[in-house]
């Protein structure tokens, strides 16, 4: 009975061993994969770095309007998130790589799967670019204007119109990357009818239960502040 | 649309371009040329004006001096003024050079005022003195033209080093020589009104003035003064730049030959109100500072900031701030470090600070007075001048 024992136990182990030995190279080949990775993004990110410096990278976005860029980025340096960005990606290939030499079956599953959502990604990064400068600038814009009709909620406005804006891109570049998209939809529609029911309640009860002296009074207050086409001494023309 | 009447025409020696405000009645465009006619001339002259009402009373008639013809382009629109008036001069300098004419005048002001003094002070020059430029100077109202005496006044007189009263007319008067020099420039490279001075002067072409008297003309939308700040100073911010190595070289200014009496108008004895006015400055250096310190150095953002906390009688913007403020968004025009609208739109706190800060040092103050005031300005625009060529040449190294 030993015997048999010592038998199963034997073979049991020169299978495991057998095993091991038939996923050894896969190892070893996810090992070179990962270390040539990492060699080849080091390299390219001491390139992109370079030409980033060289181009003034970080510069030109801040005249840009992309400042938001730079409070999430490390050492304030967008440029550096670029350059860190493309390193993991190369070194994330080569890891992709080296697991296809491990099981073919289930890596070429995830390789294939992987690729199939990198458009997706890369239309949700460009959405949420757009999105940014837009809204930068409608913010600007309404910030400048609204100062020039002596408006002293300017920047209130521009605020309110800069989240919009950035509360749509959100929700479109969440859409792109398919994550949590009921959730998303729902709750944008939830947000942007609600503000527009709190509006119509707060015009309509307030007529209604007679606060027009309120609105009446605020809209003259409003009307005087801003310069009308009245015979003022001075003409600018 | 073709212009009628230029066909039957062979040649003319001037050409005179009726542009009417945009509200205007029926028959204000026939009295004028009536008017213009009643005058007999020494020479031929072509009147184009815009197609008259179909209800007009007497259509005027042309005789062996006067011949007429109805341009459809003759016309202001007051949401795009600049442009619009530049597409009236397009044409009737157009006319102009087909009728082979030595002069041509364009009249823009309200034409219920314009009598023919008014057009032979713009062609007399042209015609017997040989200048190839004629630019208007108005009666002087202390506290009427701003825009012109704040900013278009001295920054053309520093840059260009020629006192020139009105640089943006609208009135003027031109030779066939500036025509053609005008005719071969591309379109879009030039605007009309500002590239006229700035075209004569760096061509070194002779330039006079002529003091037109009274000018009237109907007040456009002044709820919109940032709009109209764009209209004017952006063709002119892209003159500076385009002619950037002509105006580094010019040190100083000289006065002009000027033609007719000067006349001046007094000021109503009634208060200045600038509270909206400060109200503006107060209000764009709260929220503006952000956008401000993209345009502006440092040093000038504080001291507007230090302004921005006087209020009352004793508000005052230096001369000498107001002139690097000027010349700082000129900069930041060509370097566009904002989009240019945002830009010339983000200097209207300014330049309403700097109007309050001019209304009540000269508020009961006579109308020479003012104009002494408005050279001290211009002396202070050409002082510092350096500044603005120290920063135009190394934008990123000087930055006080």
């Known amino acids: 009975m030993w015997d ?16 091991l030995a038939s996923l050894l190279p896969g190892f070893l080949a996810l090992l070179v994969a990962v270390l040539f990775s990492v060699l ?33 980025s490390p050492q304030h340096s967008p440029a550096l998130l670029v350059t860190r960005v493309v390193a993991w990606s190369i070194v994330l290939s080569g890891v992709v790589l080296g697991l296809g030499a491990i099981e073919a079956t289930v890596t070429s ?3 294939m799967r992987l690729f199939e959502y990198l458009p997706n990604v890369a239309i949700s990064i460009l959405v949420l670019i757009v999105g940014m400068i837009v809204a930068r600038y409608l913010a600007r814009t309404v910030l400048i204007e609204s100062v020039n009709m002596n408006l002293h909620y300017a920047r ?45 309640l707060a015009v309509g009860l307030g007529l209604g239960l007679g606060s027009k002296e309120v609105f009446r009074n605020s809209l003259e207050r409003e009307s005087s502040r801003i310069p009308a086409d009245t015979e003022e001494p001075i003409r600018h023309i | 649309m073709a212009e009628t009447g230029a ?53 005027p008639i042309a005789d062996g001096r006067w011949q007429l013809i109805a341009s459809p382009l003759l016309t202001q629109d007051p949401s795009s003024l600049a442009q619009s008036l530049g597409d009236s001069f397009r044409a009737t300098f157009e006319i102009a050079q087909k009728l082979n004419s030595r002069a041509c005048a364009v009249v823009a002001s309200d034409l219920s005022a314009t009598t023919v003094d008014w057009v032979s002070l713009l062609l007399q020059p042209v015609l017997e003195e040989h200048f190839d430029l004629v630019t208007p100077c108005y009666a002087r109202h202390p506290f009427e033209g701003m825009i012109n005496r704040a900013i278009v006044y001295p920054l053309v007189r520093a840059l260009y080093g020629q006192q020139i009263r009105n640089p943006m007319g609208p009135d003027f008067g031109v030779s066939s020589r500036l025509l053609q020099r005008f005719a071969s420039a591309p379109r879009a490279r030039l605007h009309t009104l500002p590239s006229l001075v700035a075209e004569a002067v760096t061509n070194a072409m002779p330039i006079c003035q002529s003091h037109l008297g009274m000018r009237s003309y109907a007040l456009p939308d002044v709820t919109n003064l940032s709009s109209l700040l764009v209209q004017i100073l952006g063709p002119l ?50 929220n503006l500072s952000e956008v401000w310190s993209i345009i502006l150095p440092p040093s000038t953002l504080v001291e507007l900031r230090k ?3 006087v209020t009352g009688p004793q508000f005052r913007i230096p001369d000498e701030t107001w002139a690097r403020v000027v010349y700082d968004f000129a900069l930041a025009h ?14 209207t706190p300014i330049y309403l600070g700097w109007v309050a800060s001019y209304a009540l040092e000269l508020e009961h103050a006579s109308a020479e007075a003012a104009e002494q005031r408005t050279e001290r300005l211009c002396v202070v625009y050409e002082e510092t001048k350096p500044y603005f060529v120290s920063r135009w040449r190394w934008p990123d190294r000087f930055n006080p």
Not at chain 1, 44 to 51: D, T
Not at chain 1, 171 to 195: K, S
Request: net charge positive.
């Open chain 1, 4 to 19: 048999q024992v010592r038998q199963s136990l034997d073979q049991s182990t020169v299978g495991v061993l057998s095993r």
């Open chain 1, 40 to 72: 080849l993004a080091l390299l390219a990110a001491a390139v992109l770095r370079r030409i980033l410096r060289a181009v003034r990278f970080d510069e030109r976005l801040e005249n840009w309007g992309l400042t938001g860029l730079a409070e999430y």
């Open chain 1, 109 to 111: 599953e995830l390789t």
């Open chain 1, 156 to 200: 209130l406005l521009s605020l309110g119109v800069k989240w919009l804006v950035m509360v749509c891109t959100i929700a479109m570049a969440l859409d792109h990357l398919e994550i949590g998209r009921g959730i998303v939809i729902l709750a944008f529609g939830i947000l942007f009818g609600g503000i527009v029911l709190a509006l119509a």
């Open chain 2, 7 to 59: 066909q039957q025409i062979e040649s003319v020696d001037a050409v005179i371009g009726l542009v009417p405000p945009p509200a205007r009645d029926g028959h204000t465009v026939e009295n004028t040329i009536a008017r213009i006619m009643e005058t007999p001339v020494p020479v031929k002259i072509a009147l184009v004006h815009p197609p008259l009402s179909s209800n007009h009373i007497a259509a």
């Open chain 2, 237 to 286: 911010f892209l003159d500076v730049e385009r002619y950037a190595a002509h105006w580094q070289r010019a040190r100083g200014s000289q006065p002009i030959r000027e033609f007719g009496k000067p006349m001046y108008v007094e000021a109503s004895e009634t208060s200045m109100d600038v509270t909206r006015m400060l109200d503006s400055f107060q209000l764009g250096t709260k």
């Open chain 2, 307 to 309: 302004m921005a906390r």
């Open chain 2, 334 to 347: 060509r370097l566009r470090t904002i989009s240019r609208e945002q830009m010339l739109r983000a200097l």
